[in-house]
T-cell receptor
Framework: DSGVTQTPKHLITATGQRVTLRCSPRSGDLSVYWYQQSLDQGLQFLIQYYNGEERAKGNILERFSAQQFPDLHSELNLSSLELGDSALYFC???????????????FGPGTRLTVL | GIQVEQSPPDLILQEGANSTLRCNFSDSVNNLQWFHQNPWGQLINLFYIPSGTKQNGRLSATTVATERYSLLYISSSQTTDSGVYFCAGRGGNMLTFGGGTRLMVKP
């Protein structure tokens, strides 16, 4: 158990819908990262938040957005869902923002999203 | 961004055999991590190894940062070692993952 929790474990929805994925980081970690794992794209970084602020952006679509709340949990919002958004979405957390020093990332169990 | 290449892409071993997985980076990375993704999809941390050598039971890893590669050694493999092994390097704030090595250990 990495200490990172994600809900829900599975999500099945229809095209055009909107869903919210939730993540709680390990105790004491200030950074939260979101990744998408699909069969054709592999594991891809989406976005990072550090202590409530957006820190880095990767290959995140405009239909997707995220935020980190004062208690440091994070939510990833996916809207206007398409078939191609079906994937495993991981959240990870780390102690720091990435400025240097030890910053190991630990991953949650993931949310498997299926868009029908 | 950095490119991460893993080899081999697929590996089939008989239980008890040893293996070496390799990870090459296109540029310097600040951190390097190895993960095992089990058949249930969980990503399990194996090593955080920006440089040097670490050992954990039957697994060990070596990173030569100046030459931009890392190696993961699995000795006396067991069927529970099956799954996909990923290395990932941090360039900037994001972890960039390699394509993985899919390992199958046969009894």
């Amino acid at each position: 158990d990495s200490g990172v929790t994600q809900t829900p474990k599975h999500l099945i929805t229809a095209t055009g819908q909107r869903v919210t994925l939730r993540c709680s980081p390990r105790s004491g970690d200030l950074s939260v990262y979101w990744y998408q794992q699909s069969l054709d794209q592999g594991l891809q970084f989406l976005i990072q938040y550090y202590n409530g602020e957006e820190r880095a952006k990767g290959n995140i679509l405009e239909r997707f957005s995220a935020q980190q709340f004062p208690d440091l949990h994070s939510e990833l919002n996916l809207s206007s869902l398409e078939l191609g958004d079906s994937a495993l979405y991981f959240c990870a957390s780390s102690p720091r923002g990435g400025e240097g020093g030890y910053n190991e990332q630990f991953f949650g169990p993931g949310t498997r999203l299926t868009v029908l | 961004g950095i490119q991460v290449e893993q080899s081999p892409p697929d590996l089939i071993l008989q239980e008890g055999a040893n293996s070496t997985l390799r990870c090459n980076f296109s540029d310097s990375v600040n951190n390097l991590q190895w993960f095992h993704q089990n058949p249930w999809g969980q990503l399990i941390n194996l090593f955080y190894i920006p440089s040097g050598t670490k050992q954990n039971g039957r697994l060990s890893a070596t990173t030569v940062a100046t030459e931009r590669y890392s190696l993961l050694y699995i000795s006396s493999s067991q069927t529970t070692d099956s799954g996909v092994y990923f290395c990932a390097g941090r360039g900037g704030n994001m972890l960039t993952f390699g394509g993985g090595t899919r390992l199958m250990v046969k009894p």
